[in-house]
C-alpha cells in the first residue's frame, strides 16, 4: 500500500509539472466552430425540443426504431446544413413563417410519442430524417444571416450533428429502459406538452407574431 | 428491490426533484433580446388568476381521485386541448354568443370540477349504472368507456375555454417559442400539483382532505360565476376604471415610456371582467416602477 500511495505521489507531481499554460475562460480564442456548433445547438429550444420528442418517440417504438434515428437524425441534419449553405442565396422567411416550421416540427413527433401509435421503425426513421433535413436549412440560414463562411458552417454543422448524436442516444435509450408502465406514460405526457407548445406556437404564428 | 418500494421511492425523488425546482431562481443563459422575459412571461400567465389555477389543479385531483388511466389522461387532454383553445383565441376565432361565454365556461369548469372532487366521482362506475341490464363485466367494460369518454369531453371543454382565454390575452412583442414553452410547463406544472396532492387519496384522511379541497375549489367556482353574473353597472364600472391620484401619477409616467402599456390597460379595462385585472396591472406598477417592461405580460 505505501508503496503505491508514493508511486501515485510520483505520477500527480509529475502531471502537475507537465501542463503547459492553460487559457481558460475562452472568451477570445473561442472553442472553435465544432464546439460552437454543438454549444449553439445545445442552447437552441427549437432545435433540441424536437429531437426530445422525437427521441421519446423512437423509445417508446424500440431498439429498432431508435437505432434508425440515431443513424439518419444526424447525418440528415448535416444535410439539410450543407443544402441551406450551398444555396446562393438566402430566401427572404419571416418570423411568423419560421415559426410556423418550428411548430410543425414540435407537433408531428409530438402527437406520435403522445398518441404511442405503433408505427413501425420506417416511419419514424422517415419522420427522423424529415425534421432533420428542415431544422438543418433552417440553421443554415440562422449561420449565414450571421454571416459566417461556408467553412466554419460545416464545421459547426458537424459540432451539431454530434451533440445530435449524443442526445439521442441518451434519451432514446432511456426511454427504451423504461420499465415501470407509469414511466412510459409519463414520456407520452412530456410528448403531449411538447405538441402542446407546437399547437400554440403555430397559434401565435398564425397571428402574425413569432 | 421490492416492486412495492420503488413506486414509493419514485414519489419520493418526483416529490424532492419538484421542490428543488420550485426553489430554483430564474436562469438568463444565452440572452437574447426579450427571451427570458418571454419564457416568465408564458410561465407566469397560467398563475395569473385564481379561476385558472384552481381548475388546473381540480384536474390533476379529480384524476389522481378516479385512477389510471384517468391520473394521465385527463392532464394530458387539459393542456393539449387548452392550447388548442389558445391557437382559437390567437387567431381570434368568433366565440358563439359573445366572448363573455368563455369567462362564464371558466367560472363554470371550477364550480364543476370542484364537486367532482368534492363527491369523488368516478365517471365509470356512474356511467356502468346505465347498463345495468347487461352482465357486469360487460356493464363495466362499457361504462368505463363511456365515462372516460364523458370525462375527457367535460375537461377538453373547459380547457378549450382556459385556453381561449388566454390565447386572447397575450401580449404582442414577445418570442412565441418562449412564451409556449414556459406556458405549457406552468400548465404542467399545475396539474402536477394537482395529480400530487391527489395522491393523498390511498389514506382515509387524505379522501376526506379531498373532498374539502373539491368544495373549496367549488366555492371558488361559484365566487367567479356570481362575479361573472353581476350586471355592469357605469358606476361599478367607473370606480373599476378610474385611477385614484397615485395611480394617475403611474398612469401617466407609463403613458410617456410605455405606450403599449396604457393601451394594454385601456383594453383590459373595457373588458367586463378584466377590470380587477387592470386594477392588479395599476397596483403592480406601483409596487415595482422598475419592472414596467414586463407589466403588459401581467395580463
Known sequence: MPRRFLHLLLALLLSLGLPSRADAHLVVTGLGPVYDGAGHWCSSPEDIIPVLALAILAGLRGPVAGRCTLFLLPPAWLIGGLFGLSLPAVPELSRPVLSAIVAVTFLVPGILALSDLPIPAAAVAAVAVLLGLVHGVLDAFGLRAEGLTTTVGVLQFLGMAVATFLFIALIAARVISLRWPWTRIAARVLGSWIAAAGIFLLGWSLNGNG | ?299
Open chain 2, 1 to 299: 428491490m421490492k416492486p412495492s418500494a420503488a413506486p414509493s421511492r419514485s414519489l419520493f425523488w418526483f416529490l424532492a426533484g419538484a421542490l428543488f425546482l420550485l426553489a430554483a431562481p430564474s436562469a438568463s443563459a444565452h440572452i437574447l433580446p426579450g427571451e427570458p422575459a418571454s419564457f416568465a412571461a408564458g410561465f407566469k400567465h397560467p398563475w395569473s388568476g385564481w379561476d385558472h389555477i384552481i381548475a388546473m389543479v381540480g384536474v390533476g385531483i379529480w384524476g389522481a381521485q378516479i385512477g389510471r388511466p384517468a391520473i394521465w389522461m385527463l392532464p394530458v387532454t387539459f393542456p393539449l386541448v387548452m392550447a388548442f383553445g389558445g391557437f382559437l383565441g390567437l387567431i381570434h376565432v368568433p366565440v358563439p354568443g359573445g366572448e363573455h361565454n368563455i369567462e362564464y365556461g371558466i367560472a363554470i369548469s371550477g364550480l364543476l370540477l370542484g364537486l367532482m372532487v368534492l363527491g369523488d366521482v368516478h365517471p365509470n362506475r356512474l356511467a356502468a349504472l346505465l347498463f345495468k341490464n347487461d352482465d357486469p363485466a360487460t356493464a363495466a367494460r362499457k361504462g368505463k368507456t363511456l365515462g372516460y369518454a364523458l370525462a375527457i369531453t367535460m375537461v377538453g371543454f373547459f380547457g378549450l375555454c382556459h385556453g381561449y382565454a388566454h390565447g386572447n390575452e397575450l401580449p404582442d412583442n414577445e418570442s412565441g417559442l418562449y412564451y409556449s414553452i414556459g406556458f405549457v410547463i406552468a400548465t404542467g406544472t399545475l396539474h402536477a400539483c394537482g395529480i400530487t396532492l391527489g395522491l393523498i387519496h390511498r389514506w382515509p384522511a387524505g379522501q376526506i382532505a379531498l373532498r374539502l379541497v373539491g368544495a373549496a375549489i367549488a366555492c371558488g367556482g361559484l365566487f367567479f360565476l356570481y362575479q361573472d353574473m353581476q350586471p355592469e353597472t357605469p358606476e361599478a364600472h367607473a370606480a373599476a376604471a378610474a385611477p385614484t391620484a397615485l395611480h394617475s401619477s403611474v398612469g401617466a409616467s407609463l403613458a410617456t415610456t410605455h405606450p403599449a402599456i396604457t393601451s394594454t390597460i385601456a383594453s383590459a379595462q373595457s373588458r367586463p371582467m378584466a377590470s380587477t385585472t387592470a386594477i392588479s396591472l395599476q397596483q403592480s406598477a406601483i409596487r415595482n416602477p422598475d419592472s414596467a417592461p414586463r407589466l403588459s405580460l401581467i395580463i
